[in-house]
């Protein structure tokens, strides 16, 4: 039995025929709504966009306003502790530098100046001795440029490369050699007899005084000049930190009073905490900052301007008794350049009038016995040696030429010549040196001192500021908790 193929069921339910087609949807019609099946994705929004909504989702609600005042405090005490401990590592590391490096640099290019002056000195008194230079006077000669040369390296390997103490520092090491070989030069003539001695003589002077003396004190200069440098660094106020604990300590106080007015607490614990850590940084850097300046202000006031004016009193006995031997090497065969006087007697009087008011100012400086003993010391040294000399100048113009050698450099033979300006000289040099020693450990102490009270800080400050702003996150999460 055949039987007629059936229609689809739908079109048989609907009496619509077999043949008829699906309807279209009108071309007009609207798209599909956002998230329907189909629906474009929305475009992409950035990361700071999206970061703003959230901050002002998030600043609509109390929670969220807590969250973000809970991560604005514990960053600001958080910060205090870092600058704190920055400044305070900065600041201790430029008093340091005072201590450790700068002070016994300008101090190692006044001994070096000191050494090369002396060592002149020396081998000019050495020639006016005679055709056989003593003994003693030859190893000091020595001692001097050796000291000056262990010096000169040990400053070499302490100083910046680039800079004008090096390039000092350079030519020093390329005149030195060549004084020294000009003086036995000097000597060997002298040895012989012959008046070219004193010709090669006054030539090592000249280049002593016109060249590496010269050299010598623009490098103390150089290095006083970086003393002064790290002084003022080390003394600088740490403005970043005090700024920053202000306002950490602003913000801390201002946010426990508004817990107050919301919720009638008079203290958070954790925020109270926070606020205990900032003001102990903020008392701490302010108070050892205060001590290190009291103590590098001392150390300047007490210990760096008496050295200089020490210092400036040795330079110029020095260039004084350098002058005086010179004027009997000379015996007035150079002249001032108005052709009037005699140069070195000329230039011994300017060394001693420096030397006079240096001692001085130093001695009004001086705050106790120990360092006044010494000055006055000096000054009645100065006053003898200066009547020494005009003496020997009397007897010089008088043709009396070997009692005013004797007179300047001592008796020939004798062993340690009281009577002589050379004598007072030496005196003079050693009271010096006294002096130098006591303002040098006054200085040390001083700045030592600095030192010591910044010591701990770095750290401290950095410890206290990680656990303020961690007591900061726990007193606001405390409050958070209330709201789960």
Known sequence: MTH???APAGAARAGAPASARPTVPPQGSRPPAAGAPGAAP????????TGREVLRTAATTEPGRLRILGAVLALLVLALGTVAGLEAADRSAAAEDVVGRSQPLSADAAAIYRSLADADSTAAAGFLAGTLEPAESRARYDRDIA??????VKAAANTDGSGESAREITALNELLPRYTGLMERARAANRQGLPLGGAYLRYANQEMTTRLLPAAERLYAAETDRLHRDDADARAWPYPALGAGVLALGLLVWAQRREYRRTNRVFSRGLLAATAASVVVLLWLAGAHTVARAGLGS??????????????????????RANENLTQVARGAVLT????????????????????????????????????????EATARAGEWRERHAAARELG??????????????PKGAEEPKDS?????????????????HEQDEFTRSARGAVDALGGLPLGAAALGALGALAAVLGINRRLAEYR
């Open 147 to 152: 000291t000056a040369s262990r010096l000169l």
């Open 42 to 49: 929305p475009p992409a929004r950035g990361a700071w966009a």
């Open 397 to 410: 113009e008088a043709g009396e030429y070997r009692a005013a050698l004797d007179l300047i450099v001592g």
């Open 337 to 376: 350049e108005d052709g009037k006087n005699d140069k070195y007697e000329a230039e011994y009087e300017t060394g001693m009038g420096a030397l006079t008011d240096a001692l001085g100012r130093a001695t009004r400086l001086a705050d106790d016995e120990a360092g006044r003993a010494p000055l006055a």
């Open 4 to 6: 007629p193929p059936s």
């Open 299 to 320: 150390a300047q006031s007490e210990g760096q301007e008496s050295l200089q004016l020490l210092t400036e009193a040795r330079i110029s006995s020095l260039k004084a």
């Open 421 to 437: 300006a050379g004598w007072s000289f030496d005196q003079v040099d050693a009271a010096l040196e006294r002096a130098l020693a």
